[in-house]
């Protein structure tokens, strides 16, 4: 029980939480899943100001994000992490602060 009320209160101080963004946006990118489109705007509403407030990015966007196999790990939260749309990133994966993910001109 504490350990879920310590959590609850680290990602409300973060401002981030891990499980419950990463569960909104698989959500929200996938054009396969069924939930209804009022739900996704509402999650990308989330997404997006989690986003803005940590000065990050995953390619958010609805059927057009960045694909994760399986979200990544953060070891120093999501700061000033940018991926753009399309990218494809494998499973199991660490992405470090300040990073940028963008691919270039074809």
Request: aromatic residues 14%; positive net charge; glycine residues 10%.
């Amino acid at each position: 029980m504490t350990d879920k009320l310590g959590l609850k209160l680290m990602s409300w101080l973060r401002g981030y939480n891990h499980e419950k963004y990463w569960r909104r946006r698989s959500i929200v990118v996938n054009p396969d899943d069924k939930t209804p489109l009022i739900l996704k705007l509402y999650y990308l509403f989330y997404i997006k100001r989690v986003d803005v407030r940590l000065g990050c990015s995953f390619g958010t966007n609805l059927n057009s994000g960045s694909y994760f196999a399986t979200p990544p790990h953060l070891p120093h939260g999501p700061y000033g992490i940018i991926c753009g749309h399309n990218w494809h990133v494998g499973s199991q994966c660490t992405i470090y602060h300040q990073v940028t993910l963008a691919g270039g001109v074809k």
